[in-house]
């Protein structure tokens, strides 16, 4: 019996997550294997994947829909000098579900994109050999100091998915230690009003403050900067309103409660 690969486990629960609807996972599942794929086109096909996710995670949640309709162009732009077939799926046949798609997004964004029709979401049909994914010798590394403050810049204004994106870029290249525990609390942080704001779910953004602040915790105060211990007590005003909205079945956190993350103090 053949054992299977890192990339290839990513890659079938990126399927299973696209195919339950859980758009947003199958982009976490598929980026994974793209930050380190070499292969130029695995990593065209592989990012078409992750913009068609982010394109219906946008649509299904609310979170700026109308930049869909650029995901869904770039995916096809990505494709479109592959073969039919490609990475065991029918791509061709996905290329014209996204097109059917991305018309139907157009359609409700004229009207009500609350009225999409999800029964034309682009099928991911299997088709052919899977591929020998190859992990790249090195990835261009990030700007630290202009990625970390994009990330900064982005929750302020709300745009926790893309905080996230930000600081999970550089949490991926950071080693063990300190340093790698801070990002990974803003990202968990980020995560944690993503799931409130724009999945709806209060219980959810409990579980990710939970690990945000365990990760924050011990955190040297000023680390990137940032009031780390004003944004741990920021947390834990979120964690002791959301029990109550859970109960309520609401998600309209107090803005006031929104845990800040600001400059250390002098």
Known sequence: MKIKTEQEVLFE????????????????????????????????????????????HKVTHGVE??????????????????????????????????????????????????????????????????????????????????????????????????????????????PEGPRKRFLQGLIQTAAAMHKLTAMKSASGAIRLFEKAKSHLTGIPEGMGGVAVKGLVAGIDGALAALPTLVTENRTDLDKALVPVIGPAPN
């Open 13 to 56: 629960e990126g399927l299973a997550a696209y195919e339950a609807g859980h758009y947003y996972d199958a982009h976490e599942k598929w980026e994974e294997i793209w930050n380190e794929e070499e292969d130029d086109d695995h990593r065209l096909f592989l990012q078409a994947l992750i913009q068609i996710t982010s394109a219906l």
């Open 65 to 174: 829909p109308r930049g869909a309709l650029r995901l869904l162009d770039r995916a096809l732009e990505k494709t479109e000098n592959l073969p039919p077939s490609h990475g065991g799926i029918a791509l061709q046949a996905m290329r014209q579900g996204v097109m059917r798609f991305r018309k139907e997004v157009e359609r409700a964004l004229s009207d009500d994109i609350k009225s999409v029709d999800l029964s034309l979401v682009p099928p991911i049909v299997r088709q052919g050999d899977g591929i020998a994914w190859r992990p790249r010798p090195e990835a261009p590394v990030p700007d630290a100091t202009k990625t970390f403050r994009a990330g900064v810049s982005a929750y302020e204004k709300g745009a926790f998915y893309e905080a996230h994106e930000h600081w999970e870029e550089l949490w991926r290249i950071e």
